[in-house]
Protein backbone atom coordinates (compact mmCIF):
# COMPACT_ATOMS: atom_id res chain seq x y z
CA UNK A 1 0.00 0.00 0.00
CA UNK A 2 1.73 3.27 -0.79
CA UNK A 3 2.02 6.05 1.67
CA UNK A 4 0.34 9.44 1.64
CA UNK A 5 2.91 11.78 1.90
CA UNK A 6 2.22 13.82 5.34
CA UNK A 7 1.07 17.59 5.12
CA UNK A 8 4.16 19.64 5.92
CA UNK A 9 4.35 22.52 8.29
CA UNK A 10 6.99 24.82 9.31
CA UNK A 11 9.07 24.98 12.17
CA UNK A 12 7.56 27.90 13.57
CA UNK A 13 4.75 26.48 13.61
CA UNK A 14 5.37 23.15 15.46
CA UNK A 15 7.29 25.68 18.19
CA UNK A 16 3.77 26.98 18.42
CA UNK A 17 2.01 23.59 19.20
CA UNK A 18 4.54 22.65 21.31
CA UNK A 19 3.95 25.73 23.84
CA UNK A 20 0.19 24.82 23.46
CA UNK A 21 0.51 21.47 24.49
CA UNK A 22 3.30 22.65 27.09
CA UNK A 23 2.30 26.18 28.57
CA UNK A 24 -0.55 26.43 30.61
CA UNK A 25 -2.05 29.70 32.54
CA UNK A 26 -4.16 27.97 34.59
CA UNK A 27 -1.06 26.69 36.65
CA UNK A 28 0.36 30.23 37.54
CA UNK A 29 -2.14 30.95 40.43
CA UNK A 30 -0.55 28.11 42.34
CA UNK A 31 3.12 29.33 42.00
CA UNK A 32 2.47 32.72 42.63
CA UNK A 33 1.26 32.27 46.07
CA UNK A 34 5.61 32.10 46.58
CA UNK A 35 5.94 35.42 45.50
CA UNK A 36 10.05 35.96 44.50
CA UNK A 37 10.42 32.14 45.96
CA UNK A 38 8.65 30.96 42.61
CA UNK A 39 11.49 31.53 40.52
CA UNK A 40 13.24 28.88 42.14
CA UNK A 41 10.47 26.56 41.61
CA UNK A 42 10.55 27.04 38.36
CA UNK A 43 13.95 27.01 37.78
CA UNK A 44 14.88 23.99 39.58
CA UNK A 45 12.30 21.39 37.41
CA UNK A 46 13.46 23.37 34.59
CA UNK A 47 17.01 22.39 35.02
CA UNK A 48 16.42 19.12 36.28
CA UNK A 49 13.66 17.83 34.02
CA UNK A 50 12.25 20.26 31.18
CA UNK A 51 16.28 20.81 29.49
CA UNK A 52 17.47 17.41 30.21
CA UNK A 53 13.43 16.19 28.64
CA UNK A 54 14.03 19.21 25.51
CA UNK A 55 17.66 17.71 25.03
CA UNK A 56 16.49 14.24 24.39
CA UNK A 57 13.36 15.00 22.82
CA UNK A 58 15.85 16.78 20.53
CA UNK A 59 18.21 14.20 19.64
CA UNK A 60 15.43 11.28 19.40
CA UNK A 61 12.96 13.76 17.45
CA UNK A 62 15.36 14.46 14.50
CA UNK A 63 16.49 10.60 14.31
CA UNK A 64 13.49 8.45 14.51
CA UNK A 65 9.29 9.20 13.71
CA UNK A 66 6.82 8.17 15.79
CA UNK A 67 7.17 10.24 19.00
CA UNK A 68 7.37 7.87 22.66
CA UNK A 69 5.94 5.14 20.60
CA UNK A 70 8.58 5.25 18.05
CA UNK A 71 11.51 5.68 20.57
CA UNK A 72 10.40 2.69 23.09
CA UNK A 73 9.47 0.59 19.69
CA UNK A 74 12.89 0.84 18.58
CA UNK A 75 14.68 0.54 21.72
CA UNK A 76 12.54 -2.04 23.20
CA UNK A 77 10.05 -3.22 20.75
CA UNK A 78 6.23 -3.41 19.79
CA UNK A 79 4.97 -4.68 23.86
CA UNK A 80 6.94 -1.54 25.28
CA UNK A 81 6.10 0.74 22.57
CA UNK A 82 2.42 -0.52 22.88
CA UNK A 83 2.67 0.18 26.54
CA UNK A 84 3.54 3.73 26.49
CA UNK A 85 1.71 4.58 23.74
CA UNK A 86 -1.40 3.55 25.92
CA UNK A 87 -0.06 4.71 28.88
CA UNK A 88 0.54 8.26 27.13
CA UNK A 89 -3.88 7.95 25.32
CA UNK A 90 -5.26 7.06 29.00
CA UNK A 91 -2.92 9.62 30.97
CA UNK A 92 -4.44 12.38 28.46
CA UNK A 93 -8.01 10.97 29.30
CA UNK A 94 -7.62 11.40 32.65
CA UNK A 95 -5.68 15.21 32.85
CA UNK A 96 -8.11 16.74 30.26
CA UNK A 97 -10.81 16.65 32.76
CA UNK A 98 -8.89 18.32 34.93
CA UNK A 99 -7.87 21.25 32.51
CA UNK A 100 -11.25 21.60 31.17
CA UNK A 101 -12.51 22.17 34.46
CA UNK A 102 -10.46 25.31 34.38
CA UNK A 103 -11.94 26.29 31.45
CA UNK A 104 -15.54 25.78 33.02
CA UNK A 105 -14.47 28.21 36.20
CA UNK A 106 -13.28 31.08 33.60
CA UNK A 107 -16.36 30.67 31.76
CA UNK A 108 -18.21 30.87 34.55
CA UNK A 109 -16.43 33.61 36.08
CA UNK A 110 -17.62 35.38 32.76
CA UNK A 111 -21.46 33.90 32.90
CA UNK A 112 -21.91 33.82 37.12
CA UNK A 113 -19.00 33.05 39.20
CA UNK A 114 -21.81 31.33 41.46
CA UNK A 115 -21.36 28.46 39.08
CA UNK A 116 -17.75 27.57 39.72
CA UNK A 117 -17.76 24.92 41.22
CA UNK A 118 -21.10 23.41 40.09
CA UNK A 119 -20.98 19.76 39.43
CA UNK A 120 -23.59 19.72 36.72
CA UNK A 121 -22.52 22.70 34.96
CA UNK A 122 -18.45 21.67 35.04
CA UNK A 123 -19.29 18.57 33.78
CA UNK A 124 -21.67 20.11 30.74
CA UNK A 125 -19.03 22.34 30.01
CA UNK A 126 -16.08 19.93 29.64
CA UNK A 127 -18.47 17.63 27.86
CA UNK A 128 -18.97 20.57 25.35
CA UNK A 129 -15.25 21.60 24.80
CA UNK A 130 -13.92 18.22 24.57
CA UNK A 131 -15.97 17.32 21.36
CA UNK A 132 -15.71 20.63 20.03
CA UNK A 133 -12.26 20.85 19.96
CA UNK A 134 -12.03 16.83 19.18
CA UNK A 135 -14.00 17.80 15.95
CA UNK A 136 -11.43 20.56 15.03
CA UNK A 137 -8.71 18.46 15.28
CA UNK A 138 -10.67 15.52 13.06
CA UNK A 139 -10.32 18.03 10.20
CA UNK A 140 -6.29 17.24 9.77
CA UNK A 141 -2.55 17.59 10.14
CA UNK A 142 -2.95 21.28 8.66
CA UNK A 143 -5.92 22.66 10.21
CA UNK A 144 -4.72 21.49 13.35
CA UNK A 145 -1.81 22.87 13.30
CA UNK A 146 -2.90 26.73 12.24
CA UNK A 147 -5.84 26.36 15.08
CA UNK A 148 -3.48 25.31 17.66
CA UNK A 149 -0.95 27.84 17.06
CA UNK A 150 -3.76 30.65 16.67
CA UNK A 151 -5.23 29.23 19.84
CA UNK A 152 -2.03 29.57 21.95
CA UNK A 153 -1.09 32.81 20.75
CA UNK A 154 -4.38 34.36 21.72
CA UNK A 155 -5.05 32.37 24.59
CA UNK A 156 -1.87 31.94 25.78
CA UNK A 157 1.01 33.68 25.02
CA UNK A 158 -1.05 37.23 24.65
CA UNK A 159 -2.55 37.12 27.86
CA UNK A 160 0.96 36.41 29.24
CA UNK A 161 2.68 39.07 27.87
CA UNK A 162 -0.66 41.08 28.96
CA UNK A 163 0.07 40.13 32.22
CA UNK A 164 3.96 41.47 32.45
CA UNK A 165 3.32 44.42 31.12
CA UNK A 166 0.14 45.29 33.32
CA UNK A 167 2.75 44.28 36.28
CA UNK A 168 5.37 46.58 34.51
CA UNK A 169 2.70 49.23 34.53
CA UNK A 170 1.66 48.20 37.96
CA UNK A 171 5.54 49.11 39.55
CA UNK A 172 5.82 51.97 37.78
CA UNK A 173 3.00 53.48 39.16
CA UNK A 174 4.25 52.95 42.69
CA UNK A 175 1.57 51.16 43.52
CA UNK A 176 2.10 48.91 46.31
CA UNK A 177 3.61 44.95 45.96
CA UNK A 178 0.77 42.41 47.28
CA UNK A 179 4.41 40.06 47.84
CA UNK A 180 7.50 41.17 48.88
CA UNK A 181 10.37 41.76 46.69
CA UNK A 182 13.76 41.84 48.84
CA UNK A 183 15.87 39.09 48.39
CA UNK A 184 14.99 37.04 50.93
CA UNK A 185 11.93 36.35 49.08
CA UNK A 186 13.30 34.63 46.37
CA UNK A 187 13.90 31.44 48.70
CA UNK A 188 10.84 30.19 48.81
CA UNK A 189 9.26 29.67 52.08
CA UNK A 190 7.89 25.49 51.43
CA UNK A 191 10.87 23.97 54.21
CA UNK A 192 8.94 26.27 57.11
CA UNK A 193 8.38 24.58 60.19
CA UNK A 194 5.21 27.05 60.28
CA UNK A 195 2.13 25.14 59.11
CA UNK A 196 0.75 28.55 58.77
CA UNK A 197 2.84 28.84 55.43
CA UNK A 198 2.58 25.08 54.22
CA UNK A 199 -0.98 24.51 55.21
CA UNK A 200 -2.91 27.88 55.86
CA UNK A 201 -3.12 27.19 59.76
CA UNK A 202 -1.84 29.08 62.81
CA UNK A 203 -0.66 25.78 64.54
CA UNK A 204 3.15 25.44 64.64
CA UNK A 205 4.40 21.92 64.38
CA UNK A 206 5.98 20.94 67.28
CA UNK A 207 6.97 17.26 67.08
CA UNK A 208 10.19 15.86 65.00
CA UNK A 209 7.11 13.84 63.11
CA UNK A 210 5.84 17.38 61.97
CA UNK A 211 8.62 18.97 61.11
CA UNK A 212 9.95 16.12 58.82
CA UNK A 213 6.35 16.49 57.09
CA UNK A 214 7.17 19.43 56.56
CA UNK A 215 10.41 19.52 55.28
CA UNK A 216 8.84 16.69 53.01
CA UNK A 217 6.22 18.89 51.90
CA UNK A 218 8.20 21.70 50.39
CA UNK A 219 10.13 18.80 48.45
CA UNK A 220 7.20 17.60 47.22
CA UNK A 221 6.09 20.89 46.02
CA UNK A 222 9.68 21.42 44.26
CA UNK A 223 9.18 17.54 42.18
CA UNK A 224 5.60 18.10 41.89
CA UNK A 225 6.50 21.55 39.79
CA UNK A 226 8.17 18.54 37.55
CA UNK A 227 4.62 18.14 35.92
CA UNK A 228 4.40 22.17 34.67
CA UNK A 229 6.81 21.48 31.81
CA UNK A 230 5.58 17.94 30.97
CA UNK A 231 4.47 17.47 27.39
CA UNK A 232 7.77 18.97 25.37
CA UNK A 233 7.58 15.25 23.18
CA UNK A 234 3.71 15.22 22.32
CA UNK A 235 3.78 17.00 19.24
CA UNK A 236 7.42 15.20 18.36
CA UNK A 237 5.10 12.49 16.28
CA UNK A 238 4.69 15.73 13.55
CA UNK A 239 8.82 16.05 13.34
CA UNK A 240 7.94 13.60 9.70
CA UNK A 241 5.67 16.59 8.74
CA UNK A 242 8.33 19.66 8.54
CA UNK A 243 10.50 19.83 5.67
CA UNK A 244 13.70 19.27 7.07
CA UNK A 245 13.35 17.15 10.24
CA UNK A 246 17.25 17.78 11.10
CA UNK A 247 17.48 21.28 10.62
CA UNK A 248 13.82 22.30 11.90
CA UNK A 249 13.05 20.05 14.72
CA UNK A 250 15.90 21.81 16.73
CA UNK A 251 14.84 25.40 16.14
CA UNK A 252 10.95 24.41 17.09
CA UNK A 253 12.44 23.17 20.62
CA UNK A 254 14.42 26.49 21.10
CA UNK A 255 12.06 28.83 20.52
CA UNK A 256 9.27 26.61 22.34
CA UNK A 257 11.47 25.90 25.36
CA UNK A 258 12.29 30.17 25.12
CA UNK A 259 8.48 31.35 24.69
CA UNK A 260 7.34 27.99 27.58
CA UNK A 261 9.70 29.59 30.08
CA UNK A 262 8.86 33.44 29.53
CA UNK A 263 4.76 32.13 29.84
CA UNK A 264 5.28 30.58 33.43
CA UNK A 265 8.41 32.99 35.23
CA UNK A 266 7.02 36.74 34.57
CA UNK A 267 3.20 36.34 34.52
CA UNK A 268 3.63 34.57 37.80
CA UNK A 269 5.37 37.42 39.81
CA UNK A 270 3.10 40.18 37.94
CA UNK A 271 -0.24 38.17 39.72
CA UNK A 272 2.04 38.15 43.06
CA UNK A 273 2.23 42.02 42.64
CA UNK A 274 -0.84 42.25 42.78
CA UNK A 275 -3.23 39.23 44.58
CA UNK A 276 -2.31 38.77 47.87
CA UNK A 277 -0.97 34.64 48.73
CA UNK A 278 -3.75 34.33 51.32
CA UNK A 279 -6.64 34.98 48.83
CA UNK A 280 -4.94 33.67 45.53
CA UNK A 281 -7.64 31.26 43.80
CA UNK A 282 -6.09 28.27 42.35
CA UNK A 283 -8.98 28.11 40.10
CA UNK A 284 -9.56 31.76 38.54
CA UNK A 285 -6.69 33.46 40.15
CA UNK A 286 -5.34 34.68 37.02
CA UNK A 287 -8.63 36.53 36.44
CA UNK A 288 -8.66 37.88 40.20
CA UNK A 289 -4.91 39.52 39.01
CA UNK A 290 -6.83 40.83 35.24
CA UNK A 291 -9.19 42.06 37.28
CA UNK A 292 -7.35 44.08 39.93
CA UNK A 293 -5.08 45.32 36.99
CA UNK A 294 -7.85 46.86 35.32
CA UNK A 295 -9.65 48.21 37.95
CA UNK A 296 -6.83 50.01 39.08
CA UNK A 297 -6.11 51.88 35.31
CA UNK A 298 -9.97 52.43 35.57
CA UNK A 299 -11.09 49.92 32.09
CA UNK A 300 -12.77 47.28 34.50
CA UNK A 301 -15.23 46.51 31.50
CA UNK A 302 -11.96 44.44 29.78
CA UNK A 303 -11.65 41.92 32.67
CA UNK A 304 -14.25 39.70 30.81
CA UNK A 305 -12.71 39.86 27.16
CA UNK A 306 -9.52 38.28 29.03
CA UNK A 307 -11.84 35.35 30.22
CA UNK A 308 -12.52 34.43 26.37
CA UNK A 309 -9.02 34.82 25.54
CA UNK A 310 -8.02 32.44 28.39
CA UNK A 311 -11.29 29.64 27.46
CA UNK A 312 -9.31 30.24 23.99
CA UNK A 313 -6.06 29.38 25.47
CA UNK A 314 -7.55 25.98 26.81
CA UNK A 315 -8.86 24.79 23.41
CA UNK A 316 -5.30 24.83 22.31
CA UNK A 317 -3.78 23.20 24.49
CA UNK A 318 -6.14 20.06 24.66
CA UNK A 319 -5.99 20.57 20.60
CA UNK A 320 -2.68 19.54 20.64
CA UNK A 321 -3.00 16.84 23.45
CA UNK A 322 -5.85 14.69 21.87
CA UNK A 323 -4.53 14.62 18.21
CA UNK A 324 -0.85 13.97 19.77
CA UNK A 325 -1.76 10.93 21.86
CA UNK A 326 -4.33 9.56 19.49
CA UNK A 327 -1.73 9.68 16.72
CA UNK A 328 0.70 7.48 18.67
CA UNK A 329 -2.17 4.75 19.26
CA UNK A 330 -2.89 4.93 15.50
CA UNK A 331 0.69 4.00 14.90
CA UNK A 332 0.21 1.26 16.85
CA UNK A 333 -2.81 -0.03 15.05
CA UNK A 334 -0.91 0.44 11.74
CA UNK A 335 1.88 -1.97 13.64
CA UNK A 336 -1.08 -4.67 14.31
CA UNK A 337 -1.16 -4.51 17.79
CA UNK A 338 -4.92 -3.35 17.83
CA UNK A 339 -7.96 -4.76 16.36
CA UNK A 340 -8.79 -2.62 12.73
CA UNK A 341 -11.83 -0.72 14.53
CA UNK A 342 -8.76 0.83 16.79
CA UNK A 343 -6.66 1.65 13.16
CA UNK A 344 -9.82 3.80 11.38
CA UNK A 345 -8.54 7.09 10.12
CA UNK A 346 -10.96 9.94 8.26
CA UNK A 347 -9.97 11.22 5.27
CA UNK A 348 -7.38 13.59 6.52
CA UNK A 349 -5.72 10.56 8.07
CA UNK A 350 -6.81 11.23 11.45
CA UNK A 351 -7.38 8.64 13.92
CA UNK A 352 -11.24 9.12 13.97
CA UNK A 353 -12.60 6.19 16.36
CA UNK A 354 -9.70 7.02 18.83
CA UNK A 355 -10.20 10.06 19.09
CA UNK A 356 -14.20 9.83 19.14
CA UNK A 357 -13.16 7.30 22.01
CA UNK A 358 -11.31 9.37 24.41
CA UNK A 359 -13.69 12.12 23.79
CA UNK A 360 -16.46 9.72 25.06
CA UNK A 361 -14.07 8.53 28.03
CA UNK A 362 -13.51 12.31 29.22
CA UNK A 363 -17.42 13.09 29.58
CA UNK A 364 -17.85 9.94 31.15
CA UNK A 365 -14.86 10.76 33.35
CA UNK A 366 -16.45 14.47 33.58
CA UNK A 367 -19.53 12.61 35.56
CA UNK A 368 -17.30 12.64 38.79
CA UNK A 369 -18.02 15.92 39.70
CA UNK A 370 -22.07 15.34 39.34
CA UNK A 371 -21.56 11.76 41.26
CA UNK A 372 -18.79 12.06 43.88
CA UNK A 373 -19.05 14.62 46.98
CA UNK A 374 -15.74 15.66 47.27
CA UNK A 375 -15.17 16.35 44.08
CA UNK A 376 -11.76 18.30 45.10
CA UNK A 377 -10.30 14.69 46.34
CA UNK A 378 -11.54 12.93 43.61
CA UNK A 379 -9.94 14.66 40.89
CA UNK A 380 -6.29 15.26 42.93
CA UNK A 381 -6.60 11.56 42.91
CA UNK A 382 -7.49 11.74 39.19
CA UNK A 383 -4.77 14.36 38.29
CA UNK A 384 -1.94 12.23 40.57
CA UNK A 385 -2.54 8.94 38.97
CA UNK A 386 -2.63 10.88 35.35
CA UNK A 387 0.53 12.23 36.56
CA UNK A 388 2.28 9.24 37.74
CA UNK A 389 1.66 7.17 34.18
CA UNK A 390 3.10 10.84 32.51
CA UNK A 391 6.17 9.95 34.57
CA UNK A 392 6.80 6.37 33.89
CA UNK A 393 6.36 7.37 30.07
CA UNK A 394 9.48 9.76 30.56
CA UNK A 395 11.72 7.37 32.41
CA UNK A 396 10.69 5.00 29.41
CA UNK A 397 12.01 7.75 27.10
CA UNK A 398 15.02 8.62 28.95
CA UNK A 399 15.54 4.65 29.15
CA UNK A 400 15.11 4.63 24.98
CA UNK A 401 17.50 7.56 24.51
CA UNK A 402 20.27 5.98 26.08
CA UNK A 403 19.53 2.17 24.55
CA UNK A 404 19.31 3.47 21.47
CA UNK A 405 22.87 5.28 21.74
CA UNK A 406 23.89 2.23 22.57
CA UNK A 407 22.19 -0.32 20.41
CA UNK A 408 22.46 2.01 17.53
CA UNK A 409 25.43 4.31 17.28
CA UNK A 410 25.70 4.17 13.48
CA UNK A 411 21.95 6.06 12.47
CA UNK A 412 22.72 9.41 11.47
CA UNK A 413 21.15 12.00 13.66
CA UNK A 414 20.01 15.15 13.16
CA UNK A 415 21.38 16.03 16.49
CA UNK A 416 23.47 14.31 18.67
CA UNK A 417 23.25 15.52 22.61
CA UNK A 418 27.00 15.46 24.04
CA UNK A 419 27.05 13.52 27.42
CA UNK A 420 23.82 11.85 26.44
CA UNK A 421 23.49 9.43 29.31
CA UNK A 422 24.53 11.73 31.95
CA UNK A 423 22.22 14.42 30.67
CA UNK A 424 19.18 11.37 30.55
CA UNK A 425 20.92 9.73 33.74
CA UNK A 426 19.71 13.61 35.59
CA UNK A 427 16.25 12.93 33.69
CA UNK A 428 15.81 9.56 34.51
CA UNK A 429 16.47 10.37 38.37
CA UNK A 430 14.47 13.25 38.62
CA UNK A 431 11.53 11.56 36.98
CA UNK A 432 11.89 9.11 39.33
CA UNK A 433 11.87 10.93 42.58
CA UNK A 434 8.95 12.80 41.33
CA UNK A 435 7.34 9.27 40.61
CA UNK A 436 7.91 8.36 44.44
CA UNK A 437 7.23 11.69 46.18
CA UNK A 438 3.64 11.77 44.27
CA UNK A 439 2.40 8.38 45.99
CA UNK A 440 2.71 10.66 49.59
CA UNK A 441 -0.93 12.29 50.07
CA UNK A 442 -1.07 16.30 49.64
CA UNK A 443 -0.11 17.45 53.20
CA UNK A 444 -1.91 20.21 55.21
CA UNK A 445 -5.13 19.61 54.03
CA UNK A 446 -7.88 17.32 55.32
CA UNK A 447 -7.92 14.34 52.91
CA UNK A 448 -10.52 11.17 53.33
CA UNK A 449 -7.08 8.59 52.38
CA UNK A 450 -5.12 7.70 54.59
CA UNK A 451 -1.60 7.35 53.52
CA UNK A 452 -1.53 3.92 52.82
CA UNK A 453 -5.03 3.87 51.33
CA UNK A 454 -3.64 6.47 49.11
CA UNK A 455 -0.57 4.60 48.42
CA UNK A 456 -2.74 1.77 47.40
CA UNK A 457 -5.25 3.32 45.10
CA UNK A 458 -2.71 4.86 43.32
CA UNK A 459 -0.46 2.03 42.60
CA UNK A 460 -3.21 -0.02 41.71
CA UNK A 461 -4.70 2.23 39.02
CA UNK A 462 -1.51 2.26 37.11
CA UNK A 463 -1.08 -1.65 37.26
CA UNK A 464 -4.82 -1.41 35.82
CA UNK A 465 -3.83 0.97 33.41
CA UNK A 466 -0.93 -1.18 31.92
CA UNK A 467 -3.14 -4.17 31.24
CA UNK A 468 -4.83 -3.46 28.27
CA UNK A 469 -1.74 -3.79 25.87
CA UNK A 470 -0.80 -6.97 27.33
CA UNK A 471 -4.42 -8.17 26.84
CA UNK A 472 -4.52 -6.95 23.11
CA UNK A 473 -0.92 -8.97 22.83
CA UNK A 474 -1.95 -11.89 24.24
CA UNK A 475 -5.56 -11.64 21.84
CA UNK A 476 -3.11 -10.50 18.79
CA UNK A 477 -4.41 -11.65 15.22
CA UNK A 478 -2.55 -12.17 12.01
CA UNK A 479 -5.50 -10.07 10.23
CA UNK A 480 -4.86 -6.45 12.70
CA UNK A 481 -1.99 -5.71 10.66
CA UNK A 482 -3.44 -4.07 7.44
CA UNK A 483 -0.52 -2.42 5.78
CA UNK A 484 2.38 -3.71 4.57
CA UNK A 485 5.45 -4.72 6.91
CA UNK A 486 7.38 -1.54 5.13
CA UNK A 487 4.92 0.71 6.11
CA UNK A 488 4.35 -0.18 9.91
CA UNK A 489 7.81 -0.34 10.31
CA UNK A 490 7.92 3.19 8.53
CA UNK A 491 5.94 4.58 12.25
CA UNK A 492 9.27 4.66 13.97
CA UNK A 493 11.97 4.14 11.16
CA UNK A 494 14.11 6.87 11.01
CA UNK A 495 14.08 10.26 9.31
CA UNK A 496 14.82 10.55 5.78
CA UNK A 497 16.60 13.48 4.73
CA UNK A 498 15.28 16.06 1.84
CA UNK A 499 18.19 16.16 -0.08
CA UNK A 500 19.00 19.25 -2.82
CA UNK A 501 18.51 18.09 -6.32
CA UNK A 502 20.15 20.22 -9.90
CA UNK A 503 16.80 19.70 -11.50
CA UNK A 504 14.19 20.60 -8.94
CA UNK A 505 13.10 19.86 -5.37
CA UNK A 506 14.53 17.85 -3.29
CA UNK A 507 14.03 13.67 -2.95
CA UNK A 508 14.04 11.50 -0.54
CA UNK A 509 16.63 9.14 0.45
Given amino acids: MAQTSPEKISWVTLAL ?46 TWRGGIYGWVRQAYGDRAAFFSAW ?126 DGELSGLVLIVSNFLAYAGIEINAVYARNLPNPQRDMPRSLILSVILILLIFIPPTLAIALVVPSDKISLTVGVMQAYSDFFNALGVGYLTPVMALFLIIGVLGGVLTWIAGACKEIQYVGKAGLLPPWWQQTNRHDMPANVMLLLAALVSLLSLIYVLVPDVSAAFWMLSALAAQMYLVIYLLMFMAAIRLRQSQPATPRGYTLARLPLVAGIGMLSSLLALLLGLLPPSGETFPLSSGHYMLVLASGLVLAALPPFVF ?37
Avoid at 170 to 188: E, N, Y
Fill in 87 to 212: YLWLQVAMLLPVVLAFGADTLAYLIDPRLAGNGVFTACVITLLVWSITLMALRGVGALARLSSLFMLLGTLLPALLLIVLGALWLLRGQPSASPLDWHALLPHVFSHDSSVLAGHGKTHTSIWQRF
Fill in 473 to 509: SALRKAHWQQVSDEEAASYSAPLTIDTPSAHGPGRRN
Fill in 17 to 62: MIVAAVASIRALPGMAIYGLGSILLYLLPALLFFLPAALVTTELGT
